[in-house]
């Protein structure tokens, strides 16, 4: 102690303390990262499969699938816009550029137009059920009957798209996005 080996033992001995203090917390957080590596890999798999699902590649497994989605995606885009164009339209107005409103007006009303159109062109109104339960299921049913009615009406309800896509995407009529005085004067 009195000629100073004591001290610098010491300060070695924070010194190794600290390092292993930060080696073992190191080990803890590579254990941590490489279970979240490990859980990562397997969404980062997941979104690569679900975009696999939804690619316009002509000729895919899933082509129709993503022509819907791309659709559906295009009417949301387009219903969002409608609130946007209103105030643009309202601001050109205005600022001076009624012309120029019009002109915006009259092409987005087209587009909204042609949106409606097409959606009910690739969705179409579902089927009537042909069959009522009391029909199906009548005094004259055998199981077989039943059975094969109800394997009929699922696979009616789940040909060749998800539920989901099943329906329609809708344009929100709500939206007051034209200009009255702009719809006159074109």
């Known amino acids: 102690m009195l000629d100073g080996t004591y001290a610098a033992d010491e300060k070695e001995a924070d010194l190794f303390s600290e390092t292993s203090s930060v080696t073992g917390h190191s080990t803890t957080s590579t254990r941590s990262s490489l279970a979240s590596k490990m859980s990562g890999r397997s969404s980062k798999n997941r979104r690569k499969s679900e975009r696999k699902k939804h690619s316009l590649r002509e000729g895919s497994a899933f082509e129709d699938v993503a022509l819907l989605d791309s659709i559906r995606e295009i009417v949301g885009t387009v219903d969002k816009l409608q609130e946007e164009v209103g105030s643009l339209l309202g601001m050109l107005v205005q600022h001076g550029f ?3 409103a019009g002109r915006l007006q009259a092409g987005f009303g087209a587009l909204v137009d042609c949106v409606r159109q097409g959606t009910t062109g690739v969705w179409q109104p579902a089927a009537p059920e042909t ?21 009929a009406s699922r696979s009616a309800h789940t040909a060749n798209e998800p539920s989901a896509m099943a329906t329609a995407p809708k344009l929100r009529d709500t939206v007051q996005w034209k200009l009255e005085h702009l719809s006159s004067a074109c």
């Open 131 to 151: 069959h009522t339960p009391q029909e199906v299921a009548g005094p004259g049913s055998t199981v077989n009957s039943i059975l094969a009615a109800m394997a």
């Open 98 to 100: 009624s012309a120029e």
